[in-house]
């Protein structure tokens, strides 16, 4: 740097374009309509208490299709042509005039509120400050980009439902029990579950349940399947216990849930359906965590940008045993000088 030049001001630094993936239609699947765009329109300079952020690598969430395929609702919220992802981990490069707690080189990690147009997969996003936060030294890029949304859903899933985890909830004091297939158990183990139950070796995984008694303060359910989980919740789950539906096979299994009386067979129990709200708080406390090693990140798979709709592919398999991440930037050209800012 020439010291006789005055300072850039980095906050005023605004790309024009960028590369991203975008799609403007979810005809058969939002990733049978993504391309890549080399010279898309870069997101608003940031305003008030917003950051920009260059991206290094983002994860994906069922929730990156799921909600743009809902249809013209979301289509309407979201804006077209749009980039999808959520979670992410990049450096920021501009902030907003009322963004005072950040500044720019700064290594962050964060999710937005919801679905976006100018979502993680490509190479700047802009999120408003209270939505990200620092990631603390020795956690891997990869691994801060993959625990927005799953961290934070867990984390609210069980806060104020628990008396004392999958790590979060063992982090929190929790005894877990847990279901998977065969080849998952041993992971689910090594995650920190005390008891992990097989449901391809049990007919009935109900019925199993059943013959425990009222033992558990609390059902976390991913899935929405089997339905009788739910409806036959009362033999296992406290009376003052709760059913927290997470994710579910379809709109089906919510409705059904919500609408069927207790006396016509529907569930005993208090349900609750998390939508998640991200906050700096929480996002702040997994950082910490991740860096003590009280949790971890499983990846299941890692791909380059050109191949984000095959990552997509894998998502919507089903078959992921950890978090998918996509490598937007090279961590080589993340350093300010090739930004040409600060030169």
Known sequence: MDPTMPPLDMSAYQPESMKAWLYSSTANGLEKNLHLDMCARAPPAPQGNEVLVRVLSAALNPVDYKFPEVGLPARMVIGMPATPGMDFCGRIVATGPHAKHFKEGQL???????????????????????????????????????????????????????????????????????TCSTRNMELCFRLGADEVIDYTAEPDLVAKLVQRKVVFDCILDHVGLPSALYYQGHHFLKEDGAFVQIGMSGLMTLTGRI????????????????????????????????????????????????DAGKAFEKLRSGRARGKIVVHVSDPDEQSMESLGIGL
């Open 108 to 178: 962050v990690f964060g999710c937005p509120a919801r679905p976006t147009q100018f979502g993680s997969l490509a190479e700047y996003i802009r999120i408003p400050a209270d939505k990200i936060a620092l990631v603390p030294d020795g956690v891997a890029v990869d691994h801060a980009a993959g625990v927005a949304v799953a961290g934070q859903t867990a984390y609210q899933s069980l806060e104020g439902r628990v008396k004392a985890g999958e790590k979060i909830a063992k982090q929190m004091g929790c005894h877990v029990t847990t």
């Open 259 to 306: 609408g069927w009386p207790s006396f016509l067979g529907g569930g005993r129990r208090k349900y609750v359906v998390v939508m998640a709200k991200y906050n700096q708080r929480q996002l702040v406390q997994l950082g910490e965590w991740l860096a003590k090693g009280a949790i971890q990140v499983q990846l299941d798979s890692v791909y380059e940008f050109r």
